[in-house]
C-alpha cells in the first residue's frame, strides 16, 4: 500500500517522464515536416509566348504529344502536360528537396529528351503531329520558384499565312508553299495545315522565291510564284508574315 510521500515521489517522476520526452515529439515532428518538404515533387504550370499578330493561342488544347523535356542539374526528366491550363507532371519528378528557386531548362517536341540544335521543321503540316512537332518551344536557364512553379515558354519558329478565299469547303485542298529552308530532310517546301499556315525556322525570304501550289482532292492544279512580294521578313521567333 502506497504511503501519501511515495504518491508525491511516482507523481514528480511521472512528469518528469513526460517532459522529458516532449523534445524527442517535437524533434520527430520536426524532421517528419523537414523530409515532407525534401521529398516534395515539382510540377509546373506552362505558358507560351504569342504570335505577333495578335490571335491568342491555346497550344495545349488537342495537343498530340503532350510529352516535355526538363532538365535539372545536368538530368532530363520527361514530363507531360496534363490539360489546357498547361499543368506538368512527371511519373518521375524532381524534388525541391528543401529549395525555394530552382533553374530549369525545357523544350518541346521531347525530341527523346535532346534537344534540337538546329531548327528544323517538318515537310508534311497538313498532318496534325507534324505541325504540332514543328512548333519548336524552350525554356533557357529560367529560375523557378516553390510558391510559382512557372515556365514561360517562348518560341524557336516563325509563322507563314496563306490568304485565300475559297468558294467552296477547302478541306480537300493541300497548300504547298516552295522556296523555305530549314524543313527535314533538306527540301525547300512546306505543305500547309487546313488553316493555311505553316511554322517555318526563322529565315528571309527575297522577292520573287516563294511559290504557292495548290491542289485539289480531284487533283486539279495550280501553282503561282508570288512576285509582287517584298522581303519576306520571318527572320525571328514569333514573327508572321502573310501572303
Known amino acids: 500500500r502506497l504511503k501519501y510521500g511515495d504518491m508525491r515521489i511516482l507523481n514528480v517522476k ?3 517522464a513526460i517532459l522529458s520526452a516532449l523534445p524527442l515529439l517535437v524533434s520527430c515532428t520536426d524532421t517528419d515536416e523537414d523530409q515532407s518538404q525534401m521529398d516534395s515533387p515539382i510540377s509546373f504550370t506552362a505558358t507560351t509566348t ?3 499578330d495578335g490571335n491568342i493561342t491555346n497550344m495545349w488544347v488537342n495537343l498530340n504529344d503532350r510529352r516535355i523535356a526538363v532538365r535539372m542539374d545536368g538530368t532530363v526528366k520527361e514530363y507531360q502536360v496534363i490539360d489546357a491550363q498547361g499543368n506538368m507532371t512527371s511519373s518521375e519528378p524532381f524534388l525541391w528537396n528543401g529549395r525555394a ?5 525545357a523544350w518541346y517536341p521531347f525530341n527523346d529528351g535532346e534537344r534540337m540544335e ?13 505541325y504540332d512537332a514543328s512548333n519548336l518551344i524552350e525554356v533557357s536557364q529560367s529560375e523557378v520558384k516553390v510558391e510559382e512553379p512557372k515556365l514561360t515558354f517562348t518560341r ?28 527535314e530532310g533538306g527540301g525547300d517546301a512546306v505543305v500547309m495545315n487546313e488553316n493555311c499556315e505553316a ?28 512576285p509582287e512580294l ?10 508572321h508574315a502573310q501572303i
Do not use: M
Not at 118 to 130: E, F, G, M, P
Not at 166 to 183: A, C, E, Q, R
Not at 230 to 239: F, G, W
Open 156 to 183: 524557336r519558329t516563325a509563322k507563314l499565312i496563306c490568304n485565300l478565299v475559297f468558294s467552296t469547303d477547302n478541306s480537300h485542298i493541300k497548300l504547298t508553299v516552295s522556296g523555305v529552308t530549314g524543313v
Open 101 to 105: 528557386l530552382v533553374t530549369v531548362d
Open 118 to 130: 538546329t531548327v528544323l521543321v517538318k515537310a508534311d503540316q497538313s498532318v496534325a503531329a507534324n
Open 14 to 16: 511521472l512528469w518528469y
Open 50 to 52: 504569342q504570335w505577333e
Open 230 to 239: 517584298s522581303l519576306i521578313h520571318i527572320s525571328e521567333p514569333t514573327r
Open 199 to 226: 511554322l517555318l525556322a526563322p529565315q528571309l525570304i527575297a522577292a520573287g522565291t516563294l511559290s504557292v501550289k495548290l491542289v485539289t482532292d480531284d487533283q486539279h492544279l495550280a501553282e503561282c510564284r508570288v
